[in-house]
């Protein structure tokens, strides 16, 4: 069965910190994997990921994929309060889903 | 329209009672996902459709839980005889093209059974 595992689980830091959220995966046939960050309600898109070594940058934001070592991670950089959220990765493989992972939930205390 | 609507936005129900949930998948949007998200922890697949086909519903609950997407109608997810483990907000998600691209994601409808 697919699997996907993000960690830490939690993470509570202070505005200004860099943080890194993790993402690995025990999915066949991987296609793609795409990061959310989910506040109130729906979850909003941040990036999508389908080629080994190839940084996608959003602001603050960016990430990174590793296939031959199945993980991906999400770098924050000078965090701030509007960034407590959770991450979500999701995993695309050649099925017809995509598998979530349980997601990190980051807080940026002020 | 240029975002997935879900509706109703609140369900309260009691338990053995019917549930009906409704989703405007983006206009040009081929592929429609239903999941389910209990208390804010993993979202859960359900199903999935291409336009008004079933494409995975692997996910899917057999005995009380259907689904629908009908030509030139919102999609539906309906649960007969709810149960208190039911609750949950029901996000429906589409994807333009391929099943592997981006997911854009409605609001969620929020399912409380009592």
């Known amino acids: 069965e697919d699997k996907v595992v993000q960690s830490p689980l939690s993470l509570v830091v202070h505005e200004g910190d860099t943080v890194t959220l993790n993402c690995s995966y025990e999915v066949t046939n991987f296609r793609s994997l795409l990061w959310y960050k989910q506040e109130k309600k729906a979850p909003t898109f941040l990036f999508m990921l389908t080629s080994s070594g190839i940084e996608k940058k959003s602001g603050r934001l960016s990430s990174i994929l590793d296939k031959k070592e199945l993980f991906s991670i999400l770098n924050i950089t000078a965090t701030q309060t509007g960034d407590s959220a959770i991450y979500l990765c999701?995993?695309?493989?050649?099925?017809?889903?995509?598998?979530f992972g349980p997601g990190t939930r980051l807080s940026v205390l002020p | 329209g240029e975002e997935v609507a879900q509706t109703p936005k609140h369900l309260v129900r009691g338990e053995g009672q019917k549930a009906k949930l409704y989703c405007a998948p983006i206009?040009?949007?081929?592929?429609v996902f239903w999941y389910q998200q209990v208390l804010k922890n993993e979202f859960k697949f359900l199903i999935s459709?291409?336009?008004?086909?079933?494409?995975?519903e692997t996910g899917m609950p057999k005995e009380r839980f259907s689904a629908k997407c009908l030509p030139n109608s919102p999609c539906s997810l309906e649960i007969q005889a709810t149960k208190l483990e039911d609750s949950a907000v029901y996000f429906c998600a589409s994807s333009q093209q391929s099943h592997t691209g981006e997911l854009f994601f409605g609001e969620g409808s929020r399912l409380t059974v009592l």
């Open positions: 999701a995993w695309g493989n050649y099925g017809q889903n995509f598998v």
């Open positions: 206009k040009g949007h081929s592929y």
């Open positions: 459709f291409q336009n008004e086909n079933v494409f995975d």
